[in-house]
């Protein structure tokens, strides 16, 4: 198959304090999120100005692709399109087709299965397609990434870098944290062809960076930035309640690790870094977080690796990965398809 572009797609954040409510109503639009977690969180974008971090991330991640593929050989134009906020994928879609580009790889800001990880990016890249209309192109959703040592090892010298931080005397005491974002059970349930993909992935890649950035430590994967009505079950436990419990056991110390995420928005920067933090501070824990992949040149160059799998003859044997589990390129249409909503 020849391609003529690559399109990062990505969730999209608010960078105005007017453009917060309109952009939570985009992200919640059909999904039952009662009105007053949407007030809550609406609070931690102000706090910050209005201002996500996420959307400077992507231009940032969007220059250093260019760079990288201008640099190994790799012809092709890159665009960015958001699911949630400005630059919103069907303006981007507009423009590809406004360029002639009629069949595009899209590299989603997230590494694992699931709906809210892979289906929706891919019901949203259909729905700006179908905005366009019969001429928009073709636009393929690369592979997740999750086991691939060009997000795993970023993770991992990110872990090494936080533990540097903590108190060598305790490191019989520390603990690393791994967090993803919670997800209700019943999507978990149906994340990926067979059902449980998204926390099989998750706990297979906590298990690849514990091994290779401390393998002498314990490690949990745990969940945050629960939203929805309180009435639906969640992934549990979630990080604030887990620094509790470890703190009853006798830990004085954690690394905290978000590999369900590419960069440091606004769900590390405020659950993390200021939540989380607190809830540490007030058990008494030692809390460092670890960084994200961001634009660290490895994981740069992964999407190139990705790109390459599909575009050379012969791609699959280019695929470079460290875990175990199933493995797909392309999804099946059958596949996190979301639970039916009671009528
Ligand atoms: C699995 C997952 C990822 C990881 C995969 C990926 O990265 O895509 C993720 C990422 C993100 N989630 C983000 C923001 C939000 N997520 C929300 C709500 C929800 N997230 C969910 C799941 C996930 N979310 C779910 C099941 C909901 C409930 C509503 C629904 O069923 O869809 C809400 C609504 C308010 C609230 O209730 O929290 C907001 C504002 C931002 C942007 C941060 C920034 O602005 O910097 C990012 C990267
Ligand atoms: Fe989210």
Same mark, same amino acid.
């Given at each position: 198959?020849?391609?003529?572009?690559?399109?990062?797609?990505? %969730?999209?954040?608010?960078?105005?304090?007017?453009?917060?409510?309109?952009?939570?109503? =985009?992200?919640?639009?059909?999904?039952?999120?009662?009105?007053?977690? /949407?007030?809550?969180?609406?609070?931690?974008?102000?706090?910050?100005?209005?201002?996500?971090?996420? =959307?400077?991330?992507? *231009?940032?991640?969007?220059? +250093?692709?260019?760079?990288?593929?201008?640099?190994?050989?790799?012809?092709?134009?890159?665009?960015?399109?958001?699911?949630?906020?400005? @630059?919103?994928?069907?303006?981007?879609?507009?423009? /590809?087709?406004?360029? $002639?580009?009629?069949?595009?790889?899209? %590299?989603?800001?997230?590494?694992?299965?699931?709906?809210?990880?892979? *289906?929706?990016?891919?019901?949203?890249?259909?729905?700006?397609?179908?905005?366009?209309?019969?001429?928009?192109?073709?636009?393929?959703?690369?592979?997740?990434?999750?086991?691939?040592?060009?997000?795993?090892?970023?993770?991992?010298?990110?872990?090494?870098?936080?533990?540097?931080?903590?108190?060598? +005397?305790? *490191?019989?005491?520390?603990?690393?944290? %791994? #967090?993803?974002?919670?997800?209700?059970?019943?999507?978990?349930? =149906?994340?990926?062809?067979?059902?449980?993909?998204?926390?099989?992935?998750?706990?297979?890649?906590?298990?690849?960076?514990?091994?290779?950035? +401390?393998?002498? &430590?314990?490690?949990?994967?745990?969940?945050?930035?629960?939203?929805?009505?309180?009435?639906?079950?969640?992934?549990?436990?979630?990080? =604030?309640?887990? &620094?509790?419990?470890?703190?009853?056991?006798?830990?004085?110390?954690?690394?905290?690790?978000?590999?369900?995420?590419?960069?440091?928005?606004?769900?590390?920067?405020?659950? &993390?870094?200021?939540?989380?933090?607190?809830?540490?501070?007030?058990? $008494? /824990?030692?809390?460092?977080?670890?960084?994200?992949?961001? #634009?660290?040149?490895?994981?740069?160059?992964?999407?190139?690796? /990705?790109?390459?799998?599909? #575009?050379?003859?012969?791609?699959?044997?280019?695929?470079?990965?460290?875990?175990?589990? @199933?493995?797909?390129?392309?999804?099946?249409?059958?596949?996190?398809?979301?639970?039916?909503?009671?009528?």
């Amino acid at each position: 198959m020849a391609y003529d572009a690559v399109v990062l797609v990505s %969730f999209g954040g608010p960078e105005r304090p007017e453009d917060v409510m309109p952009f939570l109503q =985009n992200v919640t639009r059909g999904r039952g999120v009662p009105p007053e977690r /949407l007030a809550e969180v609406a609070e931690h974008y102000l706090h910050f100005g209005g201002v996500s971090p996420i =959307n400077q991330q992507c *231009r940032e991640l969007l220059a +250093a692709i260019r760079e990288d593929f201008a640099a190994n050989g790799v012809d092709l134009p890159v665009y960015w399109g958001n699911r949630n906020w400005d @630059p919103m994928l069907a303006d981007t879609v507009a423009q /590809l087709r406004d360029d $002639g580009v009629t069949h595009a790889l899209a %590299f989603v800001t997230s590494a694992y299965g699931g709906y809210s990880s892979c *289906r929706q990016y891919q019901e949203d890249i259909a729905a700006a397609r179908a905005a366009v209309g019969p001429d928009a192109p073709v636009i393929e959703k690369l592979r997740q990434f999750w086991d691939h040592p060009g997000f795993v090892e970023p993770h991992v010298d990110a872990v090494q870098a936080a533990l540097g931080q903590l108190d060598p +005397a305790r *490191r019989d005491t520390t603990r690393l944290v %791994f #967090t993803a974002h919670s997800v209700p059970t019943s999507m978990a349930a =149906n994340a990926g062809p067979h059902g449980g993909r998204y926390e099989a992935q998750l706990r297979e890649t906590a298990r690849l960076v514990a091994a290779a950035a +401390a393998p002498d &430590l314990p490690y949990d994967l745990v969940w945050q930035s629960r939203s929805g009505p309180p009435q639906v079950p969640w992934l549990e436990p979630d990080v =604030n309640d887990h &620094l509790g419990t470890l703190a009853g056991q006798g830990v004085t110390g954690v690394v905290v690790s978000p590999i369900g995420f590419v960069s440091d928005h606004l769900e590390v920067i405020w659950d &993390l870094d200021t939540e989380a933090r607190q809830t540490a501070k007030q058990y $008494g /824990l030692d809390f460092v977080r670890a960084g994200t992949p961001g #634009t660290d040149p490895r994981f740069v160059a992964m999407v190139r690796e /990705l790109v390459r799998e599909r #575009t050379e003859p012969d791609g699959v044997r280019l695929r470079r990965r460290l875990g175990e589990l @199933p493995f797909w390129d392309t999804c099946p249409t059958v596949c996190c398809v979301p639970a039916r909503r009671p009528a």
